[in-house]
């Protein structure tokens, strides 16, 4: 609705997570690197947590899109599963079509499709989404299939996402068998008020801006409004914009986000 007015070619702040949007700032190098070593050193148990909306699943997206890996990777976008249901989503997943109807007749399958996979010097990855939402049964399960291994060496790498809550749910002593396996953690942080202007600018010269849309004022009326947190920066820049469009103006000043950030203060309260 407003591209041609601010001379862009896509729209910059949507929230579905688009890789070539991505904003690879200091913190989520740091996430990269963890994920990176993760899986090149076949850590087994990896956990990636941060509050809503700080970009949890944009950096797993740009991780798969932009890193060359021989790896199989299967996604569980939601865990809050019976185990039956869970190994059936694996095995879709990993496209080992099979029907089953036991946890038995499950590892019949997977354990050949790991060995297979090891062979064919390819990795297993394990993506497990809104892992606040795992019930302890299933981190039960989920920690014996790491036990599947040949030579000491791991066949399958789980990646744990989700809030922060998922941390109460790992220090639990009952999960003190599968807290100790985790090697890798890594915590992404909102971003500060320097950061969410640079993730403002680089969005919007990946859209296809060549000039400074948001003025000063302007950003940091977003950061007060978001507190740095992604999602919400998303949310209203686009308000924002859309405002100056009705507004037949090409700069974005800080009272134009003030009145957004009164019109979505829902979002926040």
Excluded at 10 to 38: I, Q, T
Excluded at 95 to 114: A, R
Excluded at 172 to 188: F, M, P, S
Excluded at 261 to 268: E, G, H, N, S, T
Aim: proline share 4%; glycine share 4%.
């Amino acid at each position: 609705m407003y591209l041609e007015h601010y001379n862009l070619r896509l729209k910059p702040f949507e929230e579905s997570p688009d890789p070539k949007f991505f904003w690879l700032g200091e913190k989520y190098k740091e996430g990269l690197a963890c994920l990176r070593y993760g899986i090149l050193e076949n850590k087994a148990f990896l956990l990636l947590n941060g509050d809503i909306g700080t970009g949890k699943t944009s950096l797993i997206n740009y991780f798969l899109s932009e890193h060359q890996m021989d790896a199989i990777v299967a996604t569980i976008p939601d865990p809050d599963l019976s185990s039956l249901d869970f190994f059936k989503l694996i095995a879709k997943q990993f496209n080992i079509n099979i029907e089953f109807d036991t946890k038995g007749d499950f590892l019949n399958q997977f354990e050949p499709f790991l060995y297979n996979t090891f062979s064919e010097h390819k990795k297993a990855v394990l993506i497990i989404d809104e892992a606040q939402r795992l019930n302890q049964e299933l981190l039960e399960q989920i920690r014996l299939l790491s036990n599947i291994e040949k030579k000491d060496v791991k066949l399958i790498n789980i990646f744990f996402v989700g809030q922060n809550e998922v941390i109460d749910i790992i220090k639990d002593e009952q999960n003190k068998a599968l807290r100790q396996r985790l090697t890798v953690h890594y915590t992404i942080a909102p971003l500060t008020e320097p950061e969410t202007h640079q993730y403002i600018q680089y969005r919007l010269r990946v859209a296809g801006s060549e000039t400074a849309i948001f003025d000063a004022e302007a950003v940091h009326e977003v950061f007060s409004f978001s507190k740095g947190y992604p999602r919400l920066i998303n949310i209203i820049c686009d308000r924002s914009l859309l405002t100056g469009y009705i507004s037949e103006t090409a700069k974005i000043t800080g009272p134009m986000v003030k009145q957004c950030a009164d019109d979505l203060k829902i979002l926040v309260e």
